[in-house]
């Protein structure tokens, strides 16, 4: 593992993350695959800034991590907010062999952090697909995967915790954040730490034999299994009941008119409150 003299230094104020005690919080399978870690008081997105430094030549293993973004993103170009003690937000580069490797990565990334969410006390937390991580049906933790080029091909790995949200904070779904959860706001080293650890450790398994048993782990924990959900697809919205997801991890839902599947196009899925 490398690290520039830049990253011993501590991001000041009550957030207070150090790349050194991120990565002291790593067992030692997962700081052997890990190769840099960056921490930023204030960036743009994190997201962003890694997909430049891969295009630079930064490897594997490569990590940013930031206190706050100023313009961070969501799926499909949503805006994510992320202010100054609000949130900590993660991005971890990952090599892969191809572009089709990157499938389902939003799902195993999803499991990853809610592994960790466990071990920072945090039991009862979901998944909701593709890429939320819920709390009583409010999202706690976003993801967001960015993958570029065909052969060699370099992922993004984005994640965004809510720590200690503004309660007038605009966001366009119901949140919660680990203060309102834990009654405190854990240390942020913490977080970030377990949070690699666990993505660091799932990745390899995934990418090889493990794929089938995280997809399983993921239905165990689907926040929207046999709810009745709307799934808005390219402007056009379809109701049914979330059955879960297949072989590919693409959602199912049961219509009307038969099960259907989605994986791609411009795609939003939420519980159907109206559903009496």
Known sequence: MNQNPSDNTDVTGAI???ADSICSRLGS???ALLHHVEVFEQTDSTN???????????????????AEQTEGRGRQGRRWFSPAGGSVSISLLWQLPDLRAATGMSLATGVAVLRALNRLGIAD????WPNDVMWQDRKLAGILV????????????G????????DKAIVDQPFVDLETILGEVPP???????????????????QSDGRDDVLEEWRSVDVLRDRPVRVEQDGVEFRGIERGINEQGALLVETERGVRSFSTGELKVRADETAG
């Not at 630079?56 to 490569?62: E, N, P």
């Open 125 to 128: 937390a979901g998944l909701k």
């Open 146 to 157: 960015e993958a570029r080029g065909g052969k060699d091909c370099a992922a993004v790995i």
């Open 29 to 31: 399978p997962a700081r």
């Open 48 to 66: 962003s800034r890694l997909l430049e430094a891969a295009d630079d030549g930064a490897v594997s293993g490569t990590v940013y991590v930031a």
């Open 16 to 18: 207070e993350l150090n």
């Open 188 to 206: 942020l080293n913490d977080v970030a730490g377990a949070v690699l650890n666990e993505l660091l450790l799932l990745l390899p398994i995934y």
């Open 159 to 166: 994640i965004g915790i809510n720590t200690a949200f503004p």
